[in-house]
């Protein structure tokens, strides 16, 4: 069983689209995660949700919004894209603060 | 400003010796600490974690943890090829979850 699960693995599109990418998890955890992560393989919070309410926002463009329908989902929405957004986009989560977090498999965006 | 420092590397031993990366951070009220290894193209995934000073084994990974100098530290002894990875230092306060930028291991045969 898949613990933490991203679509789409992969995502080529051009500059001004907008696109989502969905997350979920089924480990019961109560704070998910959105994590970027370029070139240089720096890995930079962008967004954590607690309980579907949002408790850490980076200095993230508004371009980005999280969205989460339950505790088992947090979407991210990319508005107006650029190319600088091209990163691999990890969702994880986490029971609570104490334990390690659960990464997805990564979503590869390119934008060109 | 929440910050975690480790060695950009490139770090490369050869097989069979010990590996030792390091890693800092700036705030004294953080709480768990680990490190995950990421190889290419794929996610991070967990090594160890480390919530008291002193020392944590686990096979041939042994952790170092020093509060007082904010230090953080993983041993790999008898590295092995398939070691060759990029290691990630995580520092965590309460809900927010902090990466160092990696250090690069090579393990050479």
């Known amino acids: 069983d898949t613990a933490v699960s991203q679509t789409p693995k992969y995502l080529v599109t051009q500059m001004g689209n907008d696109k989502s990418i969905k997350c979920e998890q089924n480990l019961g955890h109560d704070t998910m995660y959105w994590y970027k992560q370029d070139s240089k393989k720096f890995l930079k919070i962008m967004f954590s949700y607690n309980n579907k309410e949002l408790i850490i926002n980076e200095t993230v463009p508004n371009r980005f919004s999280p969205k989460s329908p339950d505790k088992a989902h947090l979407n991210l929405h990319i508005n107006s894209l650029e190319l600088g957004d091209s990163a691999v986009y990890f969702c994880?989560?986490?029971?609570?603060?104490?334990?390690?977090?659960?990464f997805g498999p990564g979503t590869r965006l390119l934008v060109l | 400003q929440k910050e975690v420092e480790q060695n950009s590397g490139p770090l490369s031993v050869p097989e069979g010796a010990i590996a030792s990366l390091n890693c800092t951070y700036s705030d004294r009220g953080s709480q768990s600490f680990f490190w995950y290894r990421q190889y290419s193209g794929k996610s991070p995934e967990l090594i160890m974690s480390?919530?008291?000073?002193g020392d944590k084994e686990d096979g041939r990974f042994t952790a170092q943890l020093n509060k007082a100098s904010q230090y953080v530290s993983l041993l790999i002894r008898d590295s092995q090829p398939s070691d060759s990875a990029t290691y990630l230092c995580?520092?965590?306060?309460?809900?927010?979850?902090?990466f160092g930028a990696g250090t690069r291991l090579t393990v050479k045969p």
């Open positions: 995580a520092v965590n306060w309460n809900n927010d979850m902090r």
């Open positions: 480390i919530y008291s000073n």
């Open positions: 994880a989560s986490r029971r609570d603060v104490r334990e390690t977090q659960y």
